[in-house]
């Protein structure tokens, strides 16, 4: 008797990208249902989810099981729960300049100092950064499905993996994730303090490494810079499993302005997104087979 064909473990992997990401992100999930349905429901289905960031919210949100018309409501309702750091974009890339020049340095050094830079720098107290997370999430629970959310510990500039096997609850895994230093206070968890998780990676490929086929949604350009390694888009060409990339397009990246941590940029990158999602279908739907 032959031997059955290998099971396929598929990935959704979110990446980050501010309030900006969040919104199209899900726009873009949109747009694909809006073309092709069975190519939305075989994402929204996949056997792991892993959110960094922006998409550590997007995939907590899938997580709940909310349907997607009613997320993208959220991303283009003129009012929401966001509040604004007061921080840009110039100043967060100016304390990762700072942690680049020590001289010899590991990536997990430079972590190392993002991160007392974030613990030392004036910003709103945890709680009141816990209650907006708190808001952007329909429910507060794990979900039994695997969920993959990525933190840095600024003590040691290592990369965590939180999930529901973890000490942290959904809400502040999530918190940590978009804990961006220099704009929101690390968040503690069981003793330890965590920032964003996409301060050292926008994708962290290596948290879906379990998947042979794996879908990544990035709200940047293809050849943006990482400030640590070669990119987003060598690492991605560097898993070994199958991928497809949808990176942010012109039009998705003229939304999200100059500033995507301000809370105005929500609407105009949902609504850019979606667009995207339209176009990107029949590309999604033929990489998974369903074309």
């Known amino acids: 008797m032959a031997d059955s064909d290998p099971v396929t473990k598929r990935g959704l992997v979110l990446a980050g990208g501010g309030l900006a990401g969040i919104a199209w992100e899900t726009g873009v999930l949109c747009g694909i249902a809006d073309e092709s349905p069975a190519t939305a429901t075989a994402l929204l289905e996949s056997d792991v989810l892993v959110g960094t960031s922006a998409g550590s919210t997007v995939a907590a949100q899938l997580g709940s099981g909310t349907g997607l018309e009613e997320l993208f409501a959220?991303?283009?309702?003129?009012?929401?729960?966001?509040?604004?750091?007061?921080?840009?974009?110039?100043?967060?890339?100016?304390?990762?300049?700072?942690?680049?020049?020590?001289?010899?340095?590991?990536?997990?050094?430079?972590?190392?100092r993002i991160g007392e830079i974030a613990a030392t720098t004036d910003t709103v107290a945890e709680s009141v950064r816990r209650d907006v997370i708190a808001h952007r999430l329909p429910s507060h629970d794990w979900p039994r499905r695997v969920l993959r959310v990525t933190a840095i510990d600024i003590e040691t500039g290592e990369l965590v993996v939180l999930d529901a096997n973890s000490k942290a609850g959904l809400v502040d895994a999530v918190a940590a994730s978009c804990a961006v230093p220099g704009a929101w206070p690390p968040v503690t968890?069981?003793?330890?303090?965590?920032?964003?998780?996409?301060?050292?990676?926008?994708?962290?490929?290596?948290?879906?490494?379990?998947?042979?086929?794996?879908?990544?949604?990035?709200?940047?350009?293809?050849?943006?810079?990482?400030?640590?390694?070669?990119?987003?888009?060598?690492?991605?060409?560097?898993?070994?499993?199958?991928?497809?990339?949808?990176?942010?397009?012109?039009?998705?990246?003229?939304?999200?302005?100059?500033?995507?941590?301000?809370?105005?940029?929500?609407?105009?990158?949902?609504?850019a997104g979606r667009a995207q999602g339209r176009r990107e279908a029949a590309r999604v739907a033929a990489f998974l087979g369903l074309s």
Request: glycine share 10%.
């Open 74 to 112: 959220r991303q283009v309702a003129e009012t929401s729960f966001e509040i604004d750091s007061g921080v840009d974009v110039a100043a967060i890339t100016e304390l990762f300049v700072t942690a680049m020049v020590l001289p010899g340095a590991t990536t997990e050094q430079r972590l190392q």
């Open 189 to 271: 968890i069981d003793g330890r303090r965590y920032m964003d998780g996409g301060v050292g990676s926008t994708v962290n490929m290596g948290v879906a490494q379990d998947c042979d086929t794996v879908v990544v949604l990035l709200p940047s350009g293809e050849n943006t810079p990482s400030p640590f390694g070669d990119g987003a888009r060598q690492e991605i060409d560097a898993f070994d499993g199958r991928t497809l990339t949808v990176f942010a397009d012109d039009g998705a990246l003229d939304a999200f302005g100059p500033n995507p941590l301000d809370p105005a940029c929500r609407i105009p990158s949902a609504r």
